[in-house]
């Protein structure tokens, strides 16, 4: 579960860097202004999401995995 916890966290944290520097909102880099890395990022976030989503679930179901 903790696994599920800490890579959910860590790919919406990138993903939303991600997500703004292709959006142009954080300059300074090769990826600023490039949209594709804004729909990586976008998707990076939702699959951290899930992970997270599953990770509550399997605490509420009291399963160890």
Do not use: Y
């Not at 860097?17 to 954080?26: A, D, E, P, S």
Request: aromatic share 4%; proline share 0%; hydrophobic share 50%.
């Amino acid at each position: 579960m903790w696994l599920r916890v800490g890579t959910g966290v860590v790919l919406c944290a990138v993903g939303a860097v991600f997500v703004l520097q292709g959006t142009n909102v954080l300059h300074g880099s090769g990826m600023s202004g490039e949209g594709k890395w804004g729909v990586i990022g976008a998707v990076m976030v939702a699959l951290g999401l899930l992970l997270l989503a599953a990770a509550s679930r399997s605490r509420r179901s009291g399963s160890t995995g």
